[in-house]
């Protein structure tokens, strides 16, 4: 299948592998009907209903009219090319897809969302900003391919923490929505999509990072494409992985990590520790303060 063959036209679900009937491992499935055994834990997601509720329409309205994350765009720059391929995993409501667009103008940006209810908003945001090098794929990624169960948060009055979203059990909130999701692979992505090239990654998905990188070994080691991880403890903990070990395997790579400091500028880290983190190919020099601030 060729690239094309993914695109959407504009910001619309490209046609999945895992369309059709998705069996559900036998764990899986226990949780599907059960939750955690709370009462208050149910198996739907909010998009399913349709309610145009006021916290629905904020998000919507947040997605389309808002930009958030615009003091990274000079780094962004310096690491996409106009003709690049991004993938941005977990793109929740759009804020980074929407920049991504603009700097792969001539390139093609995946956007990974399995909640729909984040996806309802992701595909309407990035229409009404003509964001029409993206593709909006309802898949989550990880080690290997499967289906997993999302965990929605809700908060007490009655709105969705879509952006906590996450896969694992749920530790902290009293409330939660359930939601049967597709998994796959970045490497399986790559395959099915004929990728010639993968020039950047961006991953906030809740502590799934490092399963993740599990299944996108080839991809890394091939095409070297600059990362950019969201990494918590509590979180990594959730998805049974841990920070250090998230550094290591990356150092085996032949990654450096870096963060952005109050300047706007990607400075080493020298440990690990709880951040947005850049991770560039260790052949690959940290974009340099003046060009990053000039873009």
Same mark, same amino acid.
């Given at each position: 299948?060729?690239?094309?063959?993914?695109?959407?036209?504009?910001?619309?679900?490209?046609?999945?592998?895992?369309?059709?009937?998705?069996?559900?491992?036998?764990?899986?499935?226990?949780?599907?009907?059960?939750?955690?055994?709370?009462?208050?834990?149910?198996?739907?997601?909010?998009?399913?209903?349709?309610?145009?509720?006021?916290?629905?329409?904020?998000?919507?309205?947040?997605?389309?009219?808002?930009?958030?994350?615009?003091?990274?765009?000079?780094?962004?720059?310096?690491?996409?090319?106009?003709?690049?391929?991004?993938?941005?995993?977990?793109?929740?409501?759009? !804020?980074?897809?929407?920049?991504?667009?603009?700097?792969?103008?001539?390139? !093609?940006?995946?956007?990974?969302?399995?909640?729909?209810?984040?996806?309802?908003?992701?595909?309407?945001?990035?229409?009404?900003?003509?964001?029409?090098?993206?593709?909006?794929?309802?898949?989550?990624?990880?080690?290997?391919?499967?289906?997993?169960?999302?965990?929605?948060?809700?908060?007490?009055?009655?709105?969705?923490?879509?952006?906590?979203?996450?896969?694992?059990?749920?530790?902290?909130?009293?409330?939660?929505?359930?939601?049967?999701?597709?998994?796959?692979?970045? *490497?399986?992505?790559?395959?099915?999509?004929?990728?010639?090239?993968?020039?950047?990654?961006?991953? *906030?998905?809740?502590?799934?990072?490092?399963?993740?990188?599990?299944?996108?070994?080839?991809?890394?080691?091939?095409?070297?494409?600059?990362?950019?991880?969201?990494?918590?403890?509590?979180?990594?903990?959730?998805?049974?992985?841990?920070?250090?070990?998230?550094?290591?395997?990356?150092?085996?790579?032949?990654?450096?990590?870096?963060?952005? *400091?109050?300047?706007?500028?990607?400075?080493?880290?020298?440990?690990?520790?709880? *951040?947005?983190?850049?991770?560039?190919?260790?052949?690959?020099?940290?974009?340099?303060?003046?060009?990053?601030?000039?873009?």
């Amino acid at each position: 299948m060729t690239q094309a063959g993914w695109q959407s036209g504009y910001a619309g679900d490209c046609k999945s592998p895992y369309s059709g009937s998705i069996p559900l491992p036998a764990s899986s499935a226990a949780k599907f009907w059960h939750g955690s055994g709370r009462p208050r834990d149910r198996m739907t997601a909010p998009y399913f209903r349709w309610r145009a509720s006021p916290t629905y329409l904020a998000h919507l309205f947040k997605a389309i009219f808002k930009q958030h994350h615009t003091r990274l765009i000079p780094i962004f720059r310096r690491l996409i090319p106009e003709d690049g391929v991004v993938l941005d995993v977990g793109a929740h409501a759009g !804020q980074y897809a929407k920049i991504f667009s603009r700097i792969a103008s001539r390139g !093609q940006v995946f956007a990974f969302e399995p909640g729909s209810y984040a996806r309802s908003i992701l595909k309407i945001a990035l229409a009404l900003n003509r964001c029409g090098n993206v593709s909006v794929l309802p898949l989550g990624l990880g080690a290997r391919e499967g289906t997993e169960i999302l965990t929605v948060p809700v908060k007490r009055p009655g709105s969705y923490g879509f952006g906590l979203a996450h896969f694992g059990p749920e530790t902290c909130w009293e409330r939660v929505e359930r939601e049967a999701v597709a998994i796959t692979t970045i *490497d399986r992505i790559v395959e099915l999509l004929e990728l010639p090239r993968l020039d950047f990654i961006k991953a *906030d998905i809740e502590g799934w990072e490092l399963q993740l990188l599990r299944g996108a070994l080839r991809a890394i080691r091939r095409f070297r494409p600059a990362l950019l991880l969201e990494l918590n403890t509590q979180a990594l903990e959730r998805a049974g992985d841990d920070l250090a070990t998230a550094f290591a395997t990356l150092g085996e790579l032949g990654y450096r990590p870096a963060m952005c *400091d109050p300047a706007g500028v990607l400075v080493p880290v020298t440990e690990p520790r709880n *951040d947005d983190i850049w991770w560039l190919p260790a052949e690959r020099a940290l974009p340099a303060p003046d060009a990053a601030r000039r873009g």
